[in-house]
């Protein structure tokens, strides 16, 4: 009797205590996000927007680093799509089983935990030195392109994954070689998914800091890039150099950055989210 | 036949494509060995290994890699030290007792975490935490191992609850429902039938929140400081591998110079560990999945 | 021995068959997958225009036969055949065989309806489009009248830009069916098709095989002996890898020479 009492109040007693460290976590990001919206969301206007950096912190704005950021996150997707989305069909429908496969796909799981500063000292002997691109966005976009093509290559195995096969039998029996079937079938019925894992993917490359400043991305440029050769910053590297200064008044335009470049990131989720779930509610099987 | 031809060099172009993840890794494995071997031709790897300084951007050099490893491994405890007993009860919270649709929000809530840019953790960390820790233990420095170590443990929350719930999800029902069955409570069948069961897909989602939070760098970078120095003490400004590849990567190194090779140096050391865990969780993955087909 | 034995029961009976063309032949044919034998040494012949159901308990290779013949089982891991499969005299497994070129002359249809996630239209279109035909008037034509053959066109005829998933399971069938009559294949194989179907719409399908034995020939692979017996001329009876008896469906079912055959059709095992 008292045994089995002891027994219920041990379990009740976690019940609560993962009751906390659950909403722990919201918590947590609560207080990160109205922090952030405290300190930075006064600061936010069309100035700070448009405006060039500056040595004075109420007349720095982000134009140069945003105008970086859109520049990085295209030219990434360009380069980063096509092969990742290729790698990833190879990978599912082609070499399926075989030794080289078995290798390819450890490799790219090994790919995938590569801390990304790695990548950054990649992309700075190969695409800045060796293919003497120098410091600009195309070698910041090929770098990161390349950091990643692992996420990329997984989530669109997943969603090919997620064709049933009777499709593809149906298909082929009616004659439609292999690439027919995989361009008119599976990938046309997958491509939610597809492209939810390649949102997700840029999202998370334009949230990078360390491999662009290793590629050499500088903390002060005084003009927006207006070619892919160009000297650039990024979002997250103005926060950064935002951040390393001692004056409140720079944490404050930290802050407001940290808002837009969380809109940005909070944006790209939310349309990978609703991508996916539109997918999944118009194909049932 | 025509159609034959073109499908011939679809498959190449597709296979062209998944050779780039050859590539990138040869590419890692090469110029990290290229420029270390230049590096080792310097500085003995003797003394890399067994000085305990690090000071290569000093007059008075020194080349010990341990203050780096020191650094990283005290930020990667503090983190785990976080992330492990939050992580894994809010993954058994949410399987065994949480309501179902419960489970379904809250889930993709917490993985918001890890979409965070890292550099946000760092500001949050610098701003928030430090000073907040401060106002308990006023001998806190401004940067320090501990408030950059327990943000990054909140961050890698979402890798330690959302996998270790997947692996508590695929233990088989019968199990769960045997233990019931005999009049366990939840809390009994938790940890002596479902963590048991689930064990190895915990450990993966454990090592790879390790190795997540080793190449981890911004948050580090801006709030733990940038002094390499050999101490376990999470109160004091230290430095790991990741944040000082960055502050060589701010400042003007002339490339070629030994300096600059010393970043190639940290790099390995941090390739190494890196590759070592996801290794080591890919060979229980794989053990696992054999266990139960 | 036995092949010749039940080559001259077939030369036998119903006259009318046998002096069709032989579309199908298929000499020696041994399967294995890895080292598992699921055929053994399989000789038969398959007349044009005619309906032959293959029939025998689960795993009695008698799919796997059906698929031998378009090679759908060219996918499967370490399959692997041996003798030769000869249609409209053209070994099918020699190398230089195009598949794609003999799966237009051979179409399937599979056991669960398996339209593609897109319009009505688009489904039967889709093989035409994939064989290079531009011709739209064409495609339209052959699209109408493949619907009108398996009797679904009155029942889709305003729906044609609907998705082909919002039909039920027996019009997802006749439309997967369509899919296949519109390349006007010579053959088209059926893989247990009414095994997801209501009686009623089993009963439209079996109707409409009627039909189409005057135009393809048909080979159908079946659990429900009754249905073998309503459809079919020929049927064929596997067991355990093995051709047991290959017969005109009437004597199968009414007077089988074979002991095992006897036993599965009063229903003793299977």
Same mark, same amino acid.
């Given at each position: ?285 | ?146 408030? /950059?170590? *327990? +943000?990054?443990?909140? #961050? ?5 609850? $959302? =996998? ?5 999800? &695929? ?71 990741? /944040?000082? *590849? +960055?502050?060589?990567? #701010? ?5 070629? $110079? =030994? ?5 190639? &140096? ?28 | ?270």
């Amino acid at each position: 009797m008292t045994n089995a009492l002891k027994n219920k109040l041990i379990d009740n007693a976690f019940k609560v205590f993962g009751i906390i460290c659950t909403l722990f976590g919201l918590v947590i990001l609560g207080i990160l996000i109205f922090n952030i919206a405290e300190v930075g969301l006064t600061r936010i206007d069309w100035n700070f927007i448009t405006s060039l950096p500056s040595r004075k912190a109420e007349k720095a704005g982000i134009y140069t680093a945003l105008m970086g950021t859109v520049w990085i996150l295209f030219l990434t997707a360009i380069i980063a799509f096509p092969i990742g989305v290729g790698a990833g069909i190879y990978l599912e429908e082609y070499g399926k089983k075989s030794k080289w496969a078995n290798f390819l796909e450890i490799n790219i799981s090994n790919l995938a935990g590569v801390p990304s500063i790695i990548y950054g000292l990649l992309g700075l002997e190969i695409f800045v030195r060796a293919f003497n691109m120098g410091g600009s966005i195309l070698a910041g976009s090929f770098t990161l392109a390349l950091l990643i093509l692992p996420i990329i290559i997984v989530s669109t195995r997943e969603a090919l994954k997620a064709v049933p096969s009777s499709i593809k039998d149906a298909s082929v029996a009616l004659g439609a070689s292999k690439w027919q079937t995989i361009w008119n079938q599976t990938l046309p019925a997958s491509i939610g998914g597809v492209l939810t894992g390649v949102i997700l993917a840029i999202s998370r490359a334009i949230g990078e800091t360390a491999p662009l400043i290793v590629v050499g991305a500088l903390a002060y440029v005084p003009f927006a890039p207006s070619s892919p050769m160009d000297e650039f910053t990024v979002m997250p590297i103005q926060i950064f150099n935002w951040v390393s200064r001692p004056q409140h008044e720079f944490a404050v335009n930290a802050a407001a950055a940290i808002i837009i470049l969380l809109l940005i990131t909070f944006m790209m989720n939310g349309v990978a989210v609703y991508y996916r779930n539109k997918w999944q509610k118009k194909i049932k099987w | 036949m025509r159609t034959r031809t073109q499908e011939n060099i679809i498959e190449a172009l597709l296979k062209l494509a998944t050779s780039i993840t050859i590539l990138t890794t040869v590419g890692i494995i090469g110029v990290l060995l290229y420029e270390t071997i230049a590096f080792f031709k310097e500085v003995s790897i003797i003394e890399f290994l067994t000085d305990l300084e690090w000071t290569p951007l000093f007059s008075q050099k020194h080349f010990g890699i341990l203050p780096l490893v020191s650094g990283t491994i005290l930020t990667t405890l503090i983190a785990i030290g976080v992330a492990l007993p939050l992580g894994l009860t809010i993954a058994i919270y949410l399987n065994m007792y949480a309501p179902k649709g419960f489970r379904k929000s809250f889930k993709p809530m917490l993985e918001v975490l890890a979409a965070i840019p890292t550099v946000v953790y760092g500001f949050f960390a610098l701003t928030v935490v430090t000073p907040f820790l401060q106002s308990i233990y006023p001998n806190l420095a401004g940067f320090n191992a501990l408030s /950059a170590g *327990i +943000v990054m443990g909140i #961050m890698i929350i979402p890798f330690v609850s $959302s =996998l270790s719930e997947d692996a508590l999800y &695929a233990v088989p029902k019968t199990l769960k429902e045997a233990s019931f069955g005999m009049g366990a409570t939840r809390f009994q069948t938790s940890f002596k039938v479902m963590v048991p069961a689930a064990s190895s897909g915990i450990i993966v989602s454990v090592i790879l929140a390790i190795s997540r939070a080793i190449g981890e760098t911004m948050i580090v970078a801006i709030a733990a400081g940038q002094q390499p120095r050999l101490t376990f003490d999470p109160t004091v400004p230290i430095e790991t591998i990741t /944040a000082y *590849i +960055v502050q060589v990567s #701010m400042g003007d190194v002339p490339h070629g $110079s =030994l300096e600059y090779r010393t970043i190639f &140096a940290a790099g390995i050391t941090l390739f190494i560990f890196t590759f070592l865990l996801n290794t080591l969780s890919f060979w229980i993955k794989k053990k696992y999945q054999e266990k139960y087909d | 021995m036995q092949v010749l034995e039940k080559q001259q029961i077939m030369t036998g009976s119903q006259k009318l068959i046998e002096e069709k063309k032989t579309i199908i032949e298929a000499r020696d044919v041994n399967v294995f997958y890895g080292h598992f034998q699921a055929l053994k040494g399989i000789n038969l012949t398959i007349k044009e225009n005619s309906v032959t159901a293959f029939i025998g308990p689960s795993g009695c290779g008698k799919s796997t036969f059906l698929r031998c013949f378009n090679r759908m089982n060219d996918y499967i891991d370490e399959f692997c055949l041996d003798g030769e499969i000869l249609i409209d005299n053209n070994k099918i497994y020699w190398n230089k065989i195009v598949v794609e070129e003999l799966r237009k002359e051979v179409g399937m249809v599979f056991q669960k309806p398996n339209p593609f996630p897109k319009t009505i239209f688009e489904n039967v279109a889709y093989g035409l489009k994939i064989h290079g035909i531009k011709d739209k008037t064409y495609i339209e034509e052959q699209v109408v009248k493949s619907l009108k053959d398996v009797a679904l066109w009155d029942e889709v005829k305003d729906d044609l830009k609907k998705s082909a998933l919002a039909l039920s399971g027996g019009q997802q069938q006749r439309l997967c069916i369509a899919r296949t009559l519109a390349v006007e294949p010579k053959i088209i194989l059926m893989d247990e098709p009414t095994s997801a179907l209501d009686p009623i719409s089993t009963a439209k399908i079996e109707e409409l095989l009627f039909d189409l034995k005057q135009k393809y020939t048909i080979v159908i692979v079946t659990h429900n002996m009754q249905q073998a017996a309503r459809i079919s001329d020929k049927t064929a009876f596997f067991y355990m890898g093995d051709l047991i008896e290959y017969d005109d469906t009437k004597t199968i079912f009414t007077n089988p020479k074979q002991e095992k055959t006897q036993n599965y059709i009063t229903g003793r095992f299977g």
